[in-house]
């Protein structure tokens, strides 16, 4: 018994030795809030924090500006910031071993780190400045750790020095998150046009139907069901020999990688200022990607400037924010930014034909570095177009505006001085960052939106789809470069009614929408819901405008609903079935994406059963050409919708419209019962939790307690403004008038800090999720931390 007891009574004690040592390892790379540092600033810098660790940095340059902004990334996200540029760079296995093998190999087809040291080289010398400035920065503030940020410790790997070229690495990782299908949308296109008639690949693919909102107001007709004959690669099941089996049978007609932003003009303001929205949707991550940052400085001119908002870890740049005369913010354009090249290739496959005549591939070698392993090389083969794309494309070229010079560089920095709606949109044209919607206001009132990011110059042959694969061999298709200002990119600025909206949909028709091109458009439901929440209030302030932000309506699914409640769920059907509570939850609760709403999720799966039953024969044919439906830049709710109003009999088993629905009743039922016990315990909160994770909270046992929040149930779903999915939301919500910063609103997922043990690690996050606003502007000063130069 004694022996026994002298056991546990060390192992009680080693836990314990070994706690504190966590602990105390943990303690030591906490963030320096408070005191004086030596740094290379030119004149000492004040780094201020709030309650909520919200930074204010003062400095007497923006250079300065960039260093200090650089110190306080590093020292609150540095891990962040290097998953960002390994992952753009391809050199995640150096860091965490051979499990990212597959991903850095996939990545190291771009050459983004050999791509962003040419760019940064090519930069003029007062970008180089800026870069090399913040890069200083980073690594003072790595420095000036005691202990490296703690989750290399549980790597036992150190952290390496950061370099300017890495922030346009991080800058790289966000074209792979919002232009992520790197050619296999227009390759899903092909395989679909030449697997059915020209007539029904039309109505497929077409941007009509009923959820358009563009804001030039324009509106494209719809394309007709065609009277030909169903196609026969989409036969549906029980239709003689069709083979319809797909493993992964899930549509998307909505842009979860997106957001949402709109504008309202002084006009219709109580102050007379312009009000802008931003909540742009992202992952859902911990840190939450954003930082929230005020730079105050002196420039050239002795003028003193100040801007507010949120900056990307990595990067010098605020990327959203107001600077007093203007507010800016993004939603991604889902515009077409890549196109596919079909080779012609020699007999060997080692020459290509180009207009220039035939060319030689050229390899490259990429060297991955793996922890614990053993390096290995990767070849890449490349045209004057860009790389041959990964087997089983290999005999495909991809163009993407990513890898060339003018998709990178620092020049959104300029918006941080720019004075005016109508000067940011000129601007636009020559920013180097993934192409968003750009939506302006301004402190006098005017509102504007363009495409900001480089937009190439395409020349394509008479009839050339350009959401397919083309041959650019004889030169009839390509690109002319990149446009300028003086192209007169598409605009629109002060609309007659005030009010403007962007939400990964169409936004504009005719010529400019032939110059953006599609890149698989969100549906529409979302910006049309916007679109008619601001036109429902003739005068808008700041709350308004965030109420906006969280309507969680379920407009979109409410001709669905009425599908259920006037066809489908008829009382012979409901009494063989005991669909009893199902009908009183679809009749009762389907009004709002609510935590609590049964009939809400009950209409959501059954619009899924049934889209995913008439569409799993082109599921699979995507599946037969290594693809998923979910690459192709079409909207199955469109087609769908129409097929489902027509009753086109050929389109499903047996011509049995009713036969479906029914089948699509029952399985919604089934997978209730299935996930939460019982149908009336089928809530939406049940099946929509959004929980965040740090990404090595596995690594060790107990420490998810620690570094994880808790999986909650959310309002709002991807149709409608608040966007809340599993992994998936709105990653800030901002809302702010230039000049009148003091009534805006700013809030993030998490908190300022990485760090566990930092009063700033989950210091905004109840106030995300439970939809209060934050003040847009920092608080009362809590700590300062002074730079002085050394």
């Keep these: 018994m004694t022996l026994i007891r002298r056991i546990l009574i060390g192992l009680l004690v080693l836990i314990a030795l070994l706690a504190l040592a966590l602990y105390f390892g943990l303690r030591g790379s906490m963030p320096t809030y408070d005191g004086q540092l030596k740094s290379a600033v030119s004149a000492p810098v004040k780094i201020e924090r709030d309650e909520r660790g919200y930074v204010t940095i003062t400095a007497a340059s923006r250079l300065d500006a960039a260093r200090a902004l650089g110190f306080t990334h590093a020292q609150e996200r540095f891990f962040q910031m290097d998953l960002l540029r390994r992952n753009a760079a391809g050199e995640l296995s150096a860091l965490v071993g051979a499990k990212a093998l597959p991903l850095d190999k996939a990545r190291r087809i771009n050459r983004f780190r050999h791509r962003a040291e040419l760019a940064v080289a090519a930069f003029s010398a007062d970008e180089q400045a800026m870069l090399k400035a913040y890069a200083a920065g980073v690594n003072e503030g790595l420095a000036h750790l005691s202990v490296r940020p703690f989750e290399y410790g549980l790597l036992r790997q150190a952290p390496q020095p950061w370099k300017p070229e890495d922030s346009m690495l991080a800058v790289l990782s966000m074209y792979l998150d919002l232009q992520g299908a790197q050619g296999k949308d227009e390759l899903a296109m092909g395989a679909l046009k030449d697997a059915v008639p020209a007539e029904w690949y039309a109505f497929f693919t077409q941007l009509g139907g009923d959820w358009q909102q563009a804001i030039d107001g324009s509106v494209i007709e719809p394309v007709a069901i065609p009277k030909t004959p169903w196609p026969e690669a989409l036969k549906p099941a029980g239709s003689g020999d069709a083979k319809v089996a797909c493993s992964d049978c899930s549509l998307q007609d909505s842009r979860d990688i997106g957001s949402n932003n709109f504008a309202v003009a002084g006009k219709l303001t109580p102050h007379g200022g312009a009000i802008l929205a931003d909540d742009m949707h992202l992952g859902t991550r911990l840190p939450g990607i954003w930082f929230k940052a005020r730079l105050v400085w002196t420039d050239e001119q002795g003028a003193k400037r100040s801007v507010a908002g949120l900056s990307l870890p990595g990067t010098p740049a605020l990327t959203v924010g107001s600077n007093g005369k203007i507010a800016w913010g993004f939603t991604n354009s889902t515009a077409d930014w890549t196109d596919v090249i079909a080779l012609k290739l020699n007999a060997a496959g080692t020459h290509y034909l180009t207009p220039e005549g035939e060319k030689p591939l050229t390899v490259a070698t990429e060297h991955i570095e793996v922890a614990g392993g053993a390096a290995e090389d990767v070849q890449v083969k490349e045209t004057i177009w860009g790389p041959v794309m990964a087997a089983p494309f290999d005999k495909y070229a991809l163009r993407w505006v990513a890898f060339d010079a003018p998709a990178l560089n620092v020049k959104s920095i300029a918006l941080e001085r720019t004075e005016s709606a109508e000067a940011a949109l000129t601007l636009a044209a020559g920013v180097g960052i993934p192409a968003q919607n750009l939506l302006v206001a301004d402190d006098q009132g005017h509102i ?264 909650t149930p959310m309002y709002g779903d991807r149709h409608m403004p608040r966007v809340a999915l599993p992994g998936h939301g709105q990653s800030e919500r901002m809302v702010v008038s230039p000049g009148h910063e003091d009534k805006g609103i700013l809030v993030i997922p998490g908190g300022q800090s990485a760090h566990p043990l930092s009063p700033f690690y989950k210091a905004d996050h109840l106030y995300w999720l439970e939809a209060k606003p934050l003040p847009f502007l920092p608080g009362d000063t809590r700590h300062t931390l002074t730079l002085s130069p050394s």
Excluded: C
């Excluded at 979302?526 to 906006?548: F, M, S, T, Y």
């Excluded at 599908?563 to 009494?575: G, N, Q, Y």
């Excluded at 290594?626 to 087609?639: I, S, V, W």
């Excluded at 109003?645 to 019962?673: P, T, Y």
């Design 448 to 711: 504007g939106w363009t495409v900001i990011g480089a937009i190439p110059k395409r020349h394509y042959a008479a009839g050339a789809d350009m959401n397919v694969p083309q041959d650019w061999s004889t030169g009839a298709n390509g690109w002319d470069g990149y446009l300028t200002a003086e192209d007169h990119p598409p605009r629109v600025y002060d609309p007659e009614d005030g009010r403007l909206w962007s939400a990964n949909a169409r936004q504009v028709g005719g010529e400019a929408l032939a110059l953006l091109g599609t890149g698989g458009y969100d549906l529409g439901a979302r910006g049309q819901q916007i679109r008619n929440d601001l036109r429902a209030l003739p005068k808008l302030d700041e709350a308004a405008v965030h109420g906006v932000q969280l309507d969680y309506r379920a407009v979109f699914l409410q001709r669905w609903r009425k599908l259920l409640l006037d066809e489908v769920l008829t009382p012979d059907f409901v009494a063989k079935n005991g669909l009893a509570e199902y009908r009183d939850a679809v009749d009762k609760s389907a009004d709002e994406a609510r935590p609590d709403a049964v009939g809400y999720a009950l209409v959501r799966q059954f619009r899924d059963d049934a889209l995913e039953e008439l569409f799993a024969p082109m599921a699979a044919l995507m599946e037969k050409n290594h693809l998923k439906m979910r690459d192709l830049k079409l909207a199955p709710e469109t087609a769908g919708w129409m097929l489902i109003q027509a009753r086109r009999a050929d389109a499903v088993a047996g011509g049995n419209w009713h036969a479906l629905f029914e089948r699509a009743v029952l399985k919604s039922r089934d997978q209730a019962i299935q996930r939460a016990g019982s149908v009336t315990a089928f809530t939406w909160g049940s099946e929509n939790k959004l929980g965040f994770a740090h990404p090595l909270s596995a690594a060790v046992p107990g420490l998810a307690r620690l570094l994880d929040m808790p999986a």
